[in-house]
């Protein structure tokens, strides 16, 4: 069954190629039903159309100059640096303020008042007085301070503790060896954007603006995270010659360390446009380039080799911590050996190599080789940059002209695997999704033993179905949803989530994430993996840790008043 078109892609496709070619993407697209499964999405990895990638694509190929102006950091790490950001006519300025380091590690939680690092992003020139001012708001009152909206983000990060203290302890140590597979300088807390704090919505920025796209403010500050990591070692580093400074090769490897808990879970239920956005696109550029019958160059099969070599070392960092990344390593490293056999021997299409591939590595590892094939597809990556925002911005919305037997008929063939699902099992409705007074934070219970289902809030998605079908089968056939819904208004978002899923492919998650068995780790790996993080690792089966933008170069020119460098 071919993938549904979603709506609006037609006309955009109609500008790259015939409605013909359009359908035999859709057709070797996967199926909605087996791509949207909790066990297909936990496989899915990184891609060219992840947030993050997409981000340093525009940042290399726009030549955004990003420079380091100000740098003062004390022996206890505490102080300030300042980066400025030109892209085209628009000027931005990077805060960072830096905090004394602390006793031990921070846990980078919404409920925390203390971090290593702040960071502010801001729109205009430099202003030493904003400076001072923003400084007090985000230090002294962080979660309840306020900006003004030529702010674009305040954002949040910790020193990796085990790192620093290394480093401060006096004796030499080699950067290099230390992180030579990967890791992270600085651990993100956090970017609050997008109107949080009082900062300015991406959707309100003008047309032009660089940063005017789904995420892209949020990505943009993990990436300043990481060049102010670098700043912070290496100006550590000159003060300290017992450390050997890391070189431009580590620094490709190093990334900013990210940690996400079971709160991902509940966005992505509760935002069906953004998944349908994620998940449909990565899937449109891997059916695009499966499509295509000319052969892979060799510049194209060195590129799938070099993402499988950044996909060995990323399961080889979490094996470090997580033992069940083990096999991967192994799968991996045999995929790599038929990517390498594909370039010494005859020239082949993706598909061919994909077919190999699939006939003798795990689902998991043949998944890396689905994203590594998004960067040999350079049109269909452009085409589904495109998409996104157009997915994302889809208004739900019922339809109250349509009739009940049609919204019957449509339910059952649509939304059967919700329908199949008893809920009326303990193991069913098991645990609960609330947000907790202390933390601030969505939290999941279970619901014999623990406090909270009288503040439970909603991903039950399975359950509001079934109950919407019960509904719709007690109506007369001649009704109108517009009808039924007047009498039962309880029923509307899920109608207008029903009514989404004729516009948009890929809206809901098949499964219950209330079930006895749903680990949560399976949907916050396809949550990191959209933002275009790796080196994923579960710490738990509710908490899963990963590096951004490991693996991509920093280039440099010098100029400023210290030792000061601008990263590319």
């Known amino acids: 069954m071919a993938m549904k078109c979603p709506v609006g892609l037609a006309a955009l496709w109609g500008r790259h190629g015939s409605q013909e070619s359009l359908a035999r993407v859709l057709e070797t697209m996967r199926d909605e039903h087996e791509l949207m499964t909790i066990s297909s999405l936990r496989r899915i990895r990184a891609s060219s159309v992840s947030f993050g990638e997409s981000l340093y694509r525009r940042i290399a190929q726009d030549n955004w100059r990003i420079r380091e102006i100000h740098h003062r950091i004390e022996s206890d790490l505490s102080g300030e640096m300042v980066f400025e950001i030109r892209i085209d006519e628009y000027l931005l300025h990077f805060v960072v303020y830096a905090n004394p380091d602390g006793p031990g590690p921070r846990d980078g939680r919404l409920r925390d008042n203390g971090f290593d690092l702040q960071g502010v992003l801001y729109e205009g020139p430099l202003d030493w007085g904003r400076i001072h001012r923003e400084g007090t708001e985000i230090r002294e009152k962080v979660w309840g301070g306020r900006t003004t909206n030529d702010t674009l983000a305040w954002t949040f990060a910790n020193r990796s503790s085990r790192l620093f203290k290394?480093?401060?302890?006096?004796?030499?140590?080699?950067?290099?060896?230390?992180?030579?597979?990967g890791g992270y300088i600085l651990r993100n807390a956090g970017a609050y954007a997008n109107g949080r704090h009082g900062s300015r919505a991406w959707m309100m920025l003008p047309e032009d603006h660089?940063?005017?796209?789904?995420?892209?403010?949020?990505?943009?500050?993990?990436?300043?995270?990481?060049?102010a990591g670098f700043a912070l070692v290496d100006d550590f580093c000159a003060k300290h010659p017992e450390i050997t400074p890391l070189t431009e090769a580590t620094k490709r490897n190093v990334g900013v360390g990210?940690?996400?808990?079971?709160?991902?879970?509940?966005?992505?239920v509760r935002w069906p446009s953004v998944l349908a956005a994620t998940a449909f696109a990565r899937e449109f550029v891997i059916?695009?380039?499966?499509?295509?019958?000319?052969?892979?160059?060799?510049?194209?099969?060195?590129?799938?080799?070099?993402?499988?070599?950044?996909?060995?070392?990323?399961?080889?960092?979490?094996?470090?911590?997580?033992?069940?990344?083990?096999?991967?390593?192994?799968?991996?490293?045999?995929?790599?050996?038929?990517?390498?056999?594909?370039?010494?021997?005859?020239?082949?299409?993706?598909?061919?190599?994909?077919?190999?591939?699939?006939?003798?590595?795990?689902?998991?590892a043949l998944e890396e080789l689905r994203s590594a094939l998004t960067f040999v597809d350079r049109e269909g990556t452009e085409i589904a940059e495109q998409i996104?925002?157009?997915?994302?911005?889809?208004?739900?919305?019922?339809?109250?002209?349509?009739?009940?037997?049609?919204?019957?008929?449509?339910?059952?063939?649509e939304f059967g695997w919700a329908l199949d699902i008893d809920m009326s099992t303990?193991?069913?409705?098991?645990?609960?999704?609330?947000?907790?007074?202390?933390?601030?934070?969505?939290?999941?219970g279970e619901r014999r033993t623990d406090e909270g289902v009288d503040r439970e809030t909603f991903v039950n998605m399975p359950g509001a179905l079934r109950d919407y079908a019960q509904a719709l089968s007690e109506a007369p056939d001649n009704w109108t949803l517009g009808r039924l819904l007047l009498a039962s208004p309880e029923h509307s978002m899920i109608a207008a989530r029903v009514n989404l899923s004729r516009a948009l492919p890929c809206t809901t998650i098949h499964g219950n994430v209330l079930h006895k068995n749903f680990?949560?780790?399976?949907?916050?790996?396809?949550f990191l993996s959209i933002l275009g993080l790796g080196h994923l690792a579960e710490n738990s089966n509710q908490w899963v840790t990963g590096v951004g933008y490991s693996g991509i170069p920093v280039l440099l020119d010098t100029e400023v008043e210290r030792k000061q460098e601008v990263f590319v």
């Not at 660089?210 to 993990?222: A, E, Q, S, V």
């Not at 680990?519 to 396809?526: C, E, F, H, K, T």
């Open 287 to 364: 059916a695009h380039a499966l499509v295509k019958t000319d052969p892979l160059g060799l510049e194209e099969l060195e590129l799938i080799l070099e993402r499988l070599k950044m996909a060995v070392q990323g399961a080889e960092f979490a094996a470090q911590s997580d033992e069940a990344a083990l096999p991967l390593v192994v799968e991996l490293r045999k995929l790599r050996e038929i990517c390498e056999l594909a370039r010494s021997g005859e020239e082949q299409p993706a598909s061919a190599l994909f077919a190999a591939a699939e006939s003798a590595v795990s689902p998991e």
């Open 426 to 444: 303990e193991a069913s409705m098991h645990y609960f999704w609330y947000k907790s007074e202390q933390n601030g934070e969505n939290r999941r």
């Open 166 to 181: 290394d480093m401060r302890s006096g004796k030499k140590i080699d950067l290099n060896e230390r992180l030579k597979v």
């Open 210 to 227: 660089p940063l005017k796209y789904p995420y892209r403010m949020d990505m943009f500050c993990l990436y300043l995270w990481r060049l």
């Open 388 to 413: 996104i925002p157009l997915l994302i911005g889809f208004d739900r919305a019922t339809a109250p002209e349509r009739l009940v037997s049609e919204e019957r008929v449509y339910l059952a063939n």
């Open 519 to 526: 680990r949560p780790a399976d949907l916050i790996r396809y």
């Open 258 to 268: 990210n940690s996400s808990g079971i709160g991902t879970v509940a966005t992505l």
